[in-house]
């Protein structure tokens, strides 16, 4: 429903040195103005960045987010992984899990990226979980079929609308500066919802649903404005801060 606060959110992925903080001061101080009465704005920078990040952001109505966590929540012999609670610990609020880079790149399963956001939900931090098709996927219709198994497998019984937010992100879309039509994504995220009802009823009704893939200065507007279109989640062009900014502005 249209009374859902937008988010917009960036992913910078493995982007961003310590040159790039004036980036996100520079987002912070945008975010600070009017609008922020009606929407929220978050970065997802590297996790060598987030508690610089996290630092510099303090007073503003900039949250930051880490990129993915560990599915075991606190410590152990995982070199390399970080956990929800280091996530916390650096005072960041989000953390996205499965995104199709990890879920290709690590052959990470439906099941694992649910075991990632219960590690979230331990922590008290909010898991961005993403789910979307293949272009092989969509040429063969199963578009429908594979997220609702994606979103069956990906969110715990006890997901709400406090500790999730759902990012649709057409795999083929993504980094491809190729979007779906306005219309399929409304049938999209209006099937999503629909589904996010028939499992946690009423509940399911506030979950934030975001759309992801190639959105830009020149698009958002377009793409923020579909019914069920709760937000963005923004690749490339969330790590300058003009790009995500005037994203930011499309709510205007
Ligand atoms: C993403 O990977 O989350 C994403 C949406 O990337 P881009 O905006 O660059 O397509």
């Known amino acids: 429903t249209s009374d859902i606060r937008p988010l917009v959110a960036g992913n910078w992925k493995m982007n961003g040195t310590r040159s790039s903080l004036d980036q996100i001061r520079a987002i912070a101080h945008g975010v600070s103005g009017p609008l ?18 996290t630092t510099l952001t303090v007073d503003t109505r ?15 012999a995982h070199t390399g992984d ?4 280091m996530i916390r610990d650096c005072f960041a609020t989000h953390v996205i899990v499965g995104h199709s880079e990890r ?41 429908m079929e594979v997220l609702h198994r994606q979103l069956r497998g990906s969110l715990p019984d006890d997901a709400t609308a406090a500790n999730t937010i759902i990012a649709y992100e057409p795999v083929w879309a993504i980094g491809t500066g190729q979007t779906p039509r306005a219309d399929e994504v409304a049938k999209v995220h209006a099937r999503i919802r629909a589904d996010l009802v028939a499992r946690f009823g009423e509940g399911g009704e506030t979950i934030r649903l975001l759309y992801g893939g190639s959105v830009n200065p020149g698009n958002a507007k377009e793409l923020l404005g579909i019914p069920h279109v709760n937000g963005a989640l923004i690749g490339g062009a969330s790590l300058k801060a003009a790009d995500f900014l005037s994203i930011y502005h499309a709510y205007e």
């Open 62 to 76: 900039l949250m930051i987010g880490a990129q993915d966590c560990h599915q075991k929540a606190r410590t152990g």
């Open 82 to 85: 970080i956990s929800a609670e």
């Open 103 to 143: 879920r290709q790149e690590y052959g990470e399963s439906n099941h694992r990226v649910l075991l990632k956001a219960r590690a979230a939900y331990d922590q008290g931090l909010t898991a961005i979980i993403c789910i979307g098709e293949t272009r092989e996927e969509r040429a063969e219709g199963r578009t």
């Open 36 to 53: 922020s009465r009606k929407l929220d704005a978050l970065i997802c920078p590297p996790a060598t960045l987030l508690y610089v990040a």
